[in-house]
């Protein structure tokens, strides 16, 4: 079965330090990796998506996440959190078959003034 | 521009009850997508439509469920006989084209509550 893991429901960060939010899926193939934000009352934005090629990509408001393969992993990153950060954050996987996109849990991420 | 729009905002229905749920995608996306997310999950697949047709209704948890897009453009997801346990977030997207690798734009949803 296709699923999409978010292992912290909460992460916690004071303004300035780095922060990550943990994303590992299990889909058959190569699979389309993304990344969603959802704010209060708002709609999921796109943050950034790994297609092929680099390994880390770039993506809006300074988020970046590296793929790695071997651990069938998605982690975002930031190298310095802002408190506007704080937001829930989705990771999604879209199988390269197939129409659908697995979305995991969500991760609440706070950042600490 | 524009983004995508969902109407009504929140409704509130009784179990038994009919329910349409409607969705205005950004102009000229032809990608359509229903998702239904429950407090404290992620969204989940209900269908995709390209263009006027359901190209993957896969995730319509039962009959109950049924969704159309009659000219290409507006969807509606439509609930018959609702139950208390539909009650969700079900949440609306677009994207520009049938390619799998393109971000999907989200409406602001509709909370539905069966009472």
């Known amino acids: 079965a296709q699923s999409v893991a978010q292992p912290e429901d909460q992460v916690n960060v004071a303004e300035g330090n780095p922060l990550t939010v943990k994303c590992t899926y299990s889909?058959?193939?190569?699979?389309?990796l993304f990344w969603y934000v959802q704010y209060p009352n708002r709609g999921l934005q796109f943050l950034l998506k790994?297609?092929?090629?680099?390994?880390l990509v770039k993506g809006s408001y300074g988020f970046e996440a590296e793929f790695n393969k071997s651990q069938t992993s998605f982690h975002l990153k930031k190298p310095s959190a802002l408190v506007s950060d704080s937001a829930l954050y989705f990771c999604a996987v879209r199988p390269n078959t197939g129409n659908q996109f697995y979305f995991g849990t969500g991760t609440s991420l706070t950042v600490i003034p | 521009g524009a983004g995508v729009s969902q109407t009504p905002s929140n409704k509130v229905t009784e179990k038994g009850k009919y329910v349409e749920l409607r969705c205005d995608p950004i102009s000229g996306h032809t990608a359509l997508y229903w998702y239904r997310q429950s407090l404290g999950q992620g969204p989940e697949f209900l269908i995709y439509f390209q263009g006027t047709g359901a190209a993957d209704d896969s995730g319509l948890p039962n009959d109950r469920f049924f969704a159309v897009r009659p000219e290409g453009s507006v969807s509606t997801l439509k609930i018959q006989r609702t139950e208390r346990g539909d009650s969700a977030v079900y949440l609306c997207?677009?994207?520009?084209?049938?390619?799998?690798?393109?971000?999907?734009?989200f409406g602001p949803g509709t909370r539905l509550t069966v009472l």
């Open positions: 790994y297609i092929t090629g680099d390994n």
């Open positions: 889909v058959s193939g190569n699979p389309y």
């Open positions: 997207a677009s994207s520009p084209n049938e390619g799998s690798y393109n971000e999907q734009f």
